[in-house]
Nanobody, 116 residues
Framework: QVQLVESGGGLVQAGGSLRLSCVAS????????MNWYRQAPGKQRELVASITSGDMTHIADSVKGRFTISRDDAKNTVYLQMNSLKPEDTAVYSC??????????WGQGTQVTVSS
């Protein structure tokens, strides 16, 4: 069992930046990918960014050029750097760890609110 804890959310003005962290209770090297999702009220959950164990990254078109994902395996941590934030980025951001053939592990989420 692995616990994921997100932090770094908050209230920021449009154009501002936030860095989210997802700390795992154990090694993240075992996971095929670490992922950031978001869900805004009344909307479907959206995959924002993912990073594989081989450091390959995927960034959703909606945030490409503004968000980056990175990992620090020594700290069992995945980061989501969010720049040039827009009001439409307002959502609960959650971290998920995927291992082939297994159900993903999820964190509890962190709220990001971007004011106009």
């Amino acid at each position: 069992q692995v616990q994921l804890v997100e932090s770094g959310g908050g209230l920021v003005q449009a154009g501002g930046s936030l860095r989210l962290s997802c700390v795992a209770s154990g090694s993240i090297v075992r996971f095929d990918s670490m992922n950031w999702y978001r869900q805004a009220p009344g909307k479907q959950r959206e995959l924002v960014a993912s990073i594989t164990s081989g450091d390959m990254t995927h960034i959703a078109d909606s945030v490409k050029g503004r968000f980056t994902i990175s990992r620090d395996d020594a700290k069992n941590t995945v980061y989501l750097q969010m720049n040039s934030l827009k009001p439409e980025d307002t959502a609960v951001y959650s971290c998920a760890a995927n291992e082939y053939g297994m159900l993903p592990y999820w964190g509890q989420g962190t709220q990001v609110t971007v004011s106009s």
